[in-house]
Structures are given as structure tokens and as C-alpha cells.
């Protein structure tokens, strides 16, 4: 998957659940400037970030990977 789908992904989880991008960047424990790089799709994720990101938002990594995935 290309970082902009990356970005798109998890912006839309992040969003649906209620976070801002600064609360869900602390609970991630990266900068904001790291996940709003990744959301942007300047960069993409490591698998780490993918597995806490899921975590975080109560959804599962193959959540994240299909999300409108048509």
C-alpha cells in the first residue's frame, strides 16, 4: 500500500473515533509532526505505528488495511 492510502486510512479511523491528530500522535508516543506526515502522505508508517494505531483506536490492522478498499 502507498503511503497516501496510509494517510487517508488512518486520518478517517482517526477522525471516526474522535481524536484530533495531537491526542492520537501522544498515545502513539510520536510527534505530531511525524503523524501528520503520515497522514498527509509524505511517509509511510512502520509496522509499529500500524500495530499501535490499531490498538489505539479499537480496530483491527485488517480494518485498517480494507478500509474502503474496493
Known amino acids: 500500500m502507498e503511503a497516501e ?3 487517508r486510512r488512518i486520518r478517517a479511523f482517526r477522525k471516526l473515533k474522535g481524536y484530533t491528530q ?3 500522535a ?3 508516543g510520536v510527534s505530531l509532526s511525524i503523524l501528520g506526515e503520515i497522514e498527509r502522505g509524505n511517509r509511510i508508517p512502520s509496522e509499529k ?3 499501535s494505531v490499531s490498538e489505539t483506536l479499537g480496530i483491527s490492522v485488517d480494518e485498517l488495511i480494507k478500509f474502503n478498499n474496493n
Open 49 to 51: 505505528i500500524v500495530q
Open 22 to 24: 495531537a491526542e492520537l
Open 5 to 7: 492510502e496510509w494517510g
Open 26 to 28: 501522544n498515545s502513539l
